[in-house]
């Protein structure tokens, strides 16, 4: 009988105890639906010419909720380029950590590459929540030259994508309205987890840049000239060389 008494107390606590986690979690998944809705995402670019900065502003939802980790997801065209090596340092000052998916050749024209992605780490520690502001430096690639009279090409630099992440929400298919995406868990990319990913969270549409391309009905004439100029210089040297007997 006591044994019956025990049996039937352990698997109440049991049922308590589950119960109580289900609503647990439920609650953090409500407070992160909500975060999702409140949250939006900007997009400004500075500067001028082949080389502009990205300035992304991520509006968080007042109701700080601990524990969320926030993830940006460039998707980077092929008319632009990041520098790994200035991303690292510029990383080492702010408070955000970079990761690119693929290696970047820095000298390749447009018409010869591909886009890439890359995953930006923004911290929001403190006791209230403030923007979070990225700002990520690129630079235009060289273009194929253009045989119809255009000067200039214009590449949309589309805004990032915003996710987010908690540990205690495990039930991430019962945010409705959002996807559930894979993403890199760490800037490392040691493994990957589970993120939420805000939809239609851009208060604006792409940001085109306008950048110079080549007139290419020009190549033959700069390219002869260039070579002409070339000899020209050289048999000038050659003859000064040789009369003041400078071998």
């Not at 939006?40 to 001028?48: F, L, Q, R, T, W």
């Not at 990032?160 to 908690?166: A, K, N, W």
């Not at 604006?204 to 033959?220: A, D, I, M, T």
């Amino acid at each position: 009988m006591y044994f019956t008494l025990l049996s039937a107390l352990a698997c109440l606590s049991t049922c308590y105890c589950l119960v109580e986690r289900d609503e647990q979690n439920e609650n953090q998944c409500g407070l992160l639906r909500q975060w999702l809705e409140s949250s939006s995402v900007s997009v400004e670019i500075s500067k001028n010419g082949f080389h502009r900065d990205v300035v992304t502003t991520v509006e968080l939802s007042p109701n700080v909720l601990s524990g969320v980790r926030v993830l940006l997801v460039y998707r980077w065209p092929r008319g632009v380029f990041v520098d790994p090596y200035q991303l690292t340092s510029l990383s080492d000052q702010s408070d955000w950590q970079i990761f690119v998916d693929s290696s970047i050749d820095l000298e390749v024209p447009a018409h010869k590459t591909s886009g890439f992605v890359t995953y930006v780490y923004p911290t929001h520690d403190g006791p209230t929540p403030r923007p979070l502001k990225v700002t990520i430096p690129i630079h235009g690639r060289y273009h194929e030259p253009s045989f119809d009279g255009t000067t200039f090409t214009t590449v949309d630099i589309d805004p990032p994508e915003l996710l987010l992440r908690t540990e205690k929400c495990t039930q991430l298919n019962s945010i409705e309205a959002h996807a559930v995406v894979d993403a890199p868990c760490t800037p490392e990319n040691s493994s990957m987890c589970v993120w939420i990913k805000l939809q239609h969270q851009q208060e604006r549409g792409p940001v085109g840049l306008q950048f110079p391309v080549g007139e290419g009905s020009l190549v033959v004439p700069v390219c002869g000239g260039t070579l002409l100029v070339t000899v020209i210089c050289c048999v000038t040297l050659s003859k000064y060389m040789w009369r003041h007997r400078i071998v």
